[in-house]
């Protein structure tokens, strides 16, 4: 066999088995994120405290907790802190925990639960994306795709062992969408894509713009392009159903009331107003381009009135946080910095793929505008182009924005870590030890405290549980204090200093607070009375 052949064979090879080269480099990109990571899910490291508290959220409803009751119940007690997540991410880190539990243990079942879960996520979108590429690009181009993945390392770490957030879960729904953009079959493209923007606002409302605009060029291909009436409606009885049954079915009964940064009543109705809208307009009579935007816009302003006279409270910012906090804790948080506020390199490495992703789709467009119009098919290939550029832009206009939308820090939690927080003095060099060491003295003490905690055998409600906790950890920090005055050794303190190191006068200046004597410069005449009296 001639090597033009041997080519030739390989390029119909992958043309004709897409599905299966998908799956291979699933499976390929799996082992590897395994292999990276192994250390950290070894030691079951999530990345932050999002992680964390999701864990907790799934282990507190498999321990019996209710499916409609995301309070959890040892932050801000004694009611409990309201999550403003769903329930749709738990279910595949919970179904691994079962299968996995009773084969190889609690600990073990955690650890493959957190490793194998947000990599689930990855194979819709890897699905997706390849559709989409195949749609518009070649359909021979997606090992491209697969290859221009491979360096999007802001996406790929979505979808890494322990990145248990429902991150990777939003991309994946974003991918879909575009996926419907692309799809030459109309009724199905625009039931995928209504299934995914419900799916998505079940989970959160992080890709809210990113989703609006898609649902706009659908309704804008309608309007241009009347053979579009197929997708148009079965995106918006889709989407309209799938929101109702995410409601139904994933709502907490916090989110049940008039809240803002949910899938709540606000957005329901409003929802449901606009799919009974599209798929009323789409069965309307209008044999022409001016009258369907005409239709539109109407529609437009009647979704825009319903929602400011009958929601006012969420015309202004969906988390309804208080200006100090905005001020002092919000507008820092890393995440939520618009692009151009962050260093231009971490900018640059968010920013260059959709950047070479809208000049390559505008240059797609041009093609098919001049010269390759007849190939490329204008009219109906290169506005999916545009719609997939379009959604790049917003994306990367928004970067960092997901990790934003936190209601659940509205409440002070209970932190020991407030022991430590005092200024450094005469110590500047000596401050990231310093931290390091707050952080591990805290961390200990909370450990010390937990596990007194579940050494009871006695099972306790969540207030009452929230109630002995606290009084736990208030004993430990008394306790600390009180040896510490004494001049005693404490183990907590230990490892204050075994962190921190140094000579002597830097361990005077740096350690923490409870371990100064009484007379030392800058001791606090006693300990915050956020620990002490065991509330915020």
């Known amino acids: 066999m001639s090597e033009p052949q041997f080519e030739e064979r390989m390029m119909a090879w992958i043309e004709r088995r897409w599905l299966l080269a998908t799956l291979v480099v699933f499976v390929g990109a799996c082992c590897w994120f395994l292999w990276d990571r192994w250390g950290q899910i070894h030691w079951l490291a999530l990345s932050d405290t999002d992680d964390n508290l999701r864990l907790a959220q799934v282990k507190a409803w498999l321990a019996g907790q209710s499916w409609f009751d995301l309070r959890q119940h040892r932050l801000a007690p004694p009611d409990g802190l309201n999550i403003h997540w769903s329930r749709i991410v738990d ?83 974003l991918a879909l969408v575009v996926a419907g953009l692309a799809d030459r079959d109309g009724r199905r493209g625009g039931a995928v894509a209504g299934g995914a923007t419900a799916v998505s606002f ?75 809208l599209l798929v009323g307009i789409s ?133 020991p870590a407030e022991v430590a927080r005092r200024p450094i003095g005469a110590c500047p060099r000596r401050r990231d030890a310093y931290r390091l060491s707050c952080s591990v003295g805290a961390a200990s003490a909370v450990h010390d405290a937990d596990s007194a905690r579940r050494e009871r055998a006695a099972p306790l409600g969540h207030a009452e549980e929230s109630d002995r906790y606290l009084a736990t950890l208030r004993d430990v920090a008394v306790a600390t204090r009180a040896r510490s005055a004494a001049g005693l050794d404490d183990p907590h303190l230990r490892r204050f200093r075994a962190a921190a190191g140094g000579d002597d006068k830097a361990e005077r200046d740096c350690r923490p607070l409870s371990s100064q004597r009484p007379g030392d410069p800058g001791r606090p005449t006693q300990l915050p009375r956020s620990l002490v009296r065991g509330r915020p």
């Open 202 to 276: 079940g989970i959160g409302l992080e890709l809210i713009p990113m989703m609006a605009l898609a649902g706009v060029s659908i309704a804008l291909r309608w309007a241009f392009d009347p053979d579009e009436t197929p997708r148009l409606r079965a995106y918006a009885v889709v989407l309209g159903g799938g929101c109702a049954l995410a409601f139904a079915g994933f709502a907490s009964w916090d989110n049940r009331a008039m809240v803002c940064d949910v899938l709540s009543p606000v957005y329901l109705a409003t929802l449901s107003l606009t799919a009974a």
């Open 91 to 173: 279910l595949p880190i919970a179904g691994i925990l079962l299968i996995s539990r009773p084969l190889v243990g609690e600990l073990a079942a955690t650890r493959i639960a957190c490793a194998v879960a947000p990599m689930l996520a990855m194979a819709p979108a890897l699905i997706a994306i390849v559709f989409a590429v195949r749609r518009l690009v070649h359909p021979r181009a997606y090992p491209i795709a697969f290859a221009i993945m491979m360096c999007a390392q802001v996406t790929l770490f979505m979808w890494m062992p322990l990145r248990i957030d429902h991150h990777g879960w939003q991309l994946a729904m």
């Open 283 to 415: 069965f309307m009579p209008a044999g022409g381009r001016v009258a369907r935007l005409v239709l539109l816009s109407v529609a437009g302003i009647v979704i825009a009135a319903f929602f400011a006279l009958s929601f006012p409270q969420c015309l202004h910012r969906p988390e309804a946080i208080s200006p100090e906090l905005e001020r002092l804790w919000f507008v820092n948080i890393r995440e939520v910095k618009p692009l151009y506020t962050k260093p231009w390199r971490d900018a640059l490495d968010v920013a260059w793929l959709p950047v070479v992703g809208t000049v390559g789709a505008w240059l797609a467009l041009w093609r098919a505008r001049h010269g390759d119009g007849a190939r490329l098919g204008f009219g109906r290939d290169a506005r999916p182009c545009c719609d997939a550029r379009s959604l790049l832009a917003v994306a990367l206009r928004t970067a960092g924005a997901a990790h934003g939308r936190a209601r659940r820090n509205r409440a002070r939690l209970v932190d």
